[in-house]
């Protein structure tokens, strides 16, 4: 079957109600794509027949303009990655979308944590557009990839607060040489190893949780080695349940390490999961078996 490519919900609307049952697995992208977004959607591929990739560089989850201006863009390079991948529909809504004075969603907590904080309006933006693409699509499934852990959270909570049925598939993080989490905004970073040393922390507290030997505490120092490196800044670098990213507490759940780092003006995140978890009274972190 040939990629279709819409730029235009009209058209788009004509060919998903021509589709007998309407079972569509939804990918949302914001273009550059690499083999992370690949693996969403051979994911997608092996969960259904007719897929559907959206490109959209969202101006309304940037709160910085010069990020918006300087986010990478290869729409052509794209099509043709799709058409190779042999991906059903391929959606570009930038005509379809008028920004201007848009409703926005009001997420509620989950915006006060991790990214939240540093972003201001960011998660609002995410659901906003989210929004809009689910009503116009109806996906059966929608997959998203664990690399935005916070933004599936987001995008559930959407889902279920606007009572659509689409089901979430996720997909873990797709990680290239040295541990580095593949992202579109990496190639915007000069020194690569700024990038493994941010894994690498990760994994550096994931052993001392498995050696039994790290204290909540421990993050401040990890904190300061990777500054000390020549990391500029690290927004955040916390452990939290999975469930709704609150504290960790005595009652073991699952769990995961996230970070945040500016580098040369990059904003790169990161995490990586933990088995269950829980907190001892003198602040040390216990795998519960
Ligand atoms: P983006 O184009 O950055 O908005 O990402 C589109 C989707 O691809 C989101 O669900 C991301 O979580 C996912 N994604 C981006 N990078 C990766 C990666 N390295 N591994 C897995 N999923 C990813």
Redesign the pocket.
Known sequence: MKTLILTNKFELEKVLNSIKQRKINF??????L????F??IRSAKKNGNINLVSIYINPLQFNDKKDFDNYPRSINKDLKYLKELKVSMVYLPEKDFNLTNTSMIDLGEIVDKLCGKNRKGHFEGVATIILKFLLIIKPEKI??????FQ?ILVIKKVIKDFNFSTNVKT?????GHGGI????RNQRIKNINNLEKVYNCLIDIKNKIDEDNFCIKDLEYFKDNLIKSGICRVNYLEILKESDLSELTSIPSKSRIFISCNIQGVNVIDNLGLRKIYLKECGKLKFSS
């Not at 997959?143 to 935005?148: A, C, H, I, N, R």
């Open positions: 990918i949302p992208t914001m273009g550059n690499h083999e992370g977004h693996e969403l997959f998203l990839g664990e690399k935005d933004q997909v873990p993080i797709v990680r989490a593949l992202s579109s």
